[in-house]
């Protein structure tokens, strides 16, 4: 199968690392979805511990055959919601290349935007860290001041940022001179 | 003096009224869910193709939906049948 490239590297380009947030963050979009399955077997207990829908009496369990009909529906609506948050992680990415950073963003679905910075624009890299979380992963934004913008290129909650912050100055270095001055 | 409890009627109820089977209400909300899965499943499928990367993560991560849907979908078969 062959699959099909939104950008199309120079001669001489080379791509370095593929970078995405932290694993962590998709993780954390599960938790709700593995709540939300759990929920059907909180439900017995639930009607027998309130009077008013104990008289209610009409609740069989799961294994009938409406039942499963309800239990099979409501995991396949939560499975596909659980692929959907990896999707939305895995296609949302920053490539590094040895002459360009491309930012590529999925907000949805048939609504991409894919932008590219040359790493000769690039003045300054810094790293932002901040919270518990952040700290203990090693997980921080990556903000890139071009030259002549007033825009930000910025990838948020990467991990290992300092490696990141060097692979890019080391790149932008080998086009413009510039030493590894980032913070 | 406190009042007796009273029954809560269930929703289901309503369709009983109305002469519709709760086998029959399964059956259109599995239909429902069915095309709604179908559709979104093309779609992402369509993203993960096109947009992948030629990532060795896309074909193991669609089987792995696709597998995972069947066992729900035949889960949920098995209270039509």
Redesign the interface.
Known sequence: MEFKREFELEPGEIVLREVRKHWIFFALSLVPLVVLAIVPFLIPPFIAHVPQLVLLNHFEGWNTALGRVALGLWWLLLWSSGFNAFTRYFLNAWIITNQRIVDIEQRGFFRREVSSLLLNRVQDVTIDTEGLLHSLLDIGDINVQTAGSVDRFTMDNVGDPPMLRDLILENAAAHTGMGNSGV | MTEP????S?P?ALFGKLGIS??EV?LV??LV?ALF?AL??L??IY?????????K??MP?IAL?LV??CV?????????A
Not at chain 2, 47 to 55: F, G, L, P, Q
């Open positions: 409890l009273t029954p809560v269930s289901f709760g086998h399964a909300l599995f869910v899965w979104y499943t779609v992402v993203h993960w193709v096109r947009y992948s990367h030629a990532s993560v896309a991560a939906y995972g849907s729900f979908i035949v889960l949920a078969l098995s209270g039509l």
